[in-house]
């Protein structure tokens, strides 16, 4: 027996998770993960073992006694155990004698293989008791327990912002550093996360991952789809405090309060109009550009917002989708309609300064201005 151990072969398994072994005594050891077996106890306090050497490790807290130090002669490093100093020595060394039989991936330490096939093994021994997710690794399980403690242990030292795993604190100084190591091979774009230069991609690839079972439609980004679902689900999660009004997104929550605060963050620079969306100014901005970037396949007329665009294209589709209650009459535009209904209503929301005349449409109220002026050129 004692022949074969030397010539690398691993007698003793495990009848439970097939694990081998060198010694029978190690086996014995691991049998004891399965049975929850710890025979040796701390008669301080009363901590419980699975191995004799961990408890003699333990009871140095106890005696105050420092173990041996094994040093690494390359960086001064520190270790209690020989092991230990022997898997540190593989960093410099560049050693990775464990290797995936499945991708040829080599490691350093034995564990860090034996977590790596659990990406091909799927296993996932890790799960959460709370929503019964489950995890591959240790660290993760660990970063998703926080969702619920809503424990936020990495703190920046810059804006002292809170986070609950170690990477997103990492992202977030970037902004504070305004480092951004993600670069875009094809329009040079730079990002501060990978996550974001991978979304990034697909604008150049076309690639859209993420598709809605409903009706079809399809996404560069997961975020999106989820945005998109709320159109089917009806769901709005987020709620204005004063007017309760609801929203799908946060985003639209955000623009729609600048209507009570009045704040209106998007200047032009050319004739200082303000908005209170990126997309309004955008829009405002083509007037002095001159830009029209949504052009009729059928007349080739082009225009600066796509909304006019598709009231256009009724003209040749033949479309009045805004009826008028009361006398039928049909329109291709919603104002129209808004406009036609005076008619009714009597309503007259344009008014002269100058005489207090009123009309139902601002062309009238143009057209009666023209009196007044031509009243003062005769003056």
């Known amino acids: 027996m004692e022949e074969k151990v030397q010539n690398g072969e691993k007698p003793f398994k495990c009848d439970v998770c097939m694990s081998e072994f060198t010694r029978k005594e190690s086996l014995r050891n691991h049998m004891r993960i399965h049975t929850g077996e710890k025979p040796y106890k701390c008669d301080v306090c009363m901590s419980e073992f699975t191995v004799k050497g961990s408890l003699r490790r333990h009871m140095r807290i106890h005696t105050g006694e420092k173990p041996k130090a094994y040093k690494c002669d390359v960086c001064m490093s520190e270790f209690t155990q020989k092991g230990h100093l022997r898997e540190h020595m593989r960093i410099h060394t560049g050693e990775k004698p464990y290797k995936c039989d499945v991708c040829e991936a080599g490691f350093a330490k034995k564990g860090s293989l034996r977590r790596h096939m659990r990406i091909h093994t799927g296993e996932k021994p890790y799960k959460c008791d709370v929503c019964m997710s489950e995890f591959a690794f240790r660290g993760s399980f660990t970063d998703h327990m926080r969702k619920h403690t809503g424990e936020k242990p990495y703190k920046c030292d810059v804006c002292m912002s809170e986070f609950a795993v170690k990477r997103s604190l990492r992202c977030h100084m970037r902004i ?64 204005c405090d004063i007017c309760m009004s609801d929203f799908t997104q946060k985003r639209s929550l955000r623009e729609h309060m600048r209507i009570h605060t009045g704040e209106k963050p998007y200047k032009c620079d050319i004739c200082m109009s303000e908005f209170t969306t990126k997309g309004n100014f955008r829009k405002h901005l083509r007037i002095h550009t001159g830009e029209k970037p949504y052009k009729c396949d059928v007349c080739m007329s082009e225009f600066t917002v796509k909304r006019s665009l598709r009231n256009h294209m009724r003209i040749h589709t033949g479309e009045k989708p805004y009826k008028c209650d009361i006398c039928m009459s049909e329109f291709t535009v919603k104002g129209h309609l808004g406009s036609h209904m005076r008619i009714h209503t009597g309503e007259k929301p344009y008014k002269c300064g100058i005489c207090m005349s009123e009309f139902m449409q601002n062309w009238n109220l143009i057209n009666h201005m023209r009196i007044h002026s031509e009243e003062k050129s005769y003056k």
């Open 176 to 239: 504070h550093t305004v480092e951004k190591p993600y670069k875009c091979g094809v329009c040079m774009s730079e990002f501060t996360i990978k996550g974001n230069l991978r979304d990034h991609m697909r604008i150049h690839t076309g690639e859209k991952p993420y598709k809605c079972d409903v009706c079809m439609s399809e996404f560069t980004q997961k975020s999106h789809l989820r945005e998109h679902m709320r159109i089917h689900t009806g769901e709005k999660p987020y709620k």
